[in-house]
């Protein structure tokens, strides 16, 4: 699976943002997708997770209430919705496939998201 993600930006602090993330391959509707973050000097983070039929979600205590995760399986696609942003959520974001709660495919270029104060 090939993934490229779209939709980063800067924002103000308090702003929404919708992240995309296109993938290719037949089997991408099989896979449970997740949305990561990254700033530099630290580990990648796991914010969101969504399951093949998009019927389960989990996510990271940080963004709980605040991020939704979504998919659209016809178009391989996978979404973030962004709303209430936090400086803290400036970061560098990527999707993946998962497969035994880890990522499994190579990482795309990713998106950049800048909130500012």
């Known amino acids: 699976v090939q993934l490229v993600e779209s939709g980063g930006g800067l924002v103000q602090a308090g702003g929404s943002l919708r992240l995309s993330c296109a993938a290719s391959?037949?089997?991408?509707?099989?896979?449970?997708m997740g949305w990561f973050r990254q700033v530099p000097g630290k580990e990648r983070e796991l914010v969101a997770t969504?399951?093949?039929?998009?019927?389960?979600?989990t996510y990271a205590d940080s963004v709980k209430g605040r991020f939704t995760i979504s998919r659209d399986n016809g178009k391989n696609m996978v979404y973030l919705q962004m709303n209430s942003l936090k400086v803290e959520d400036t970061a560098v974001y990527y999707c993946?496939?998962?497969?035994?709660?880890?990522?499994?495919?190579?990482w795309g270029q990713g998106t950049q998201v800048t909130v500012s104060s």
């Open positions: 993946n496939t998962m497969r035994s709660g880890a990522p499994f495919d190579s």
């Open positions: 391959g037949r089997l991408f509707s099989t896979f449970t």
């Open positions: 969504i399951g093949w039929s998009g019927g389960s979600s």
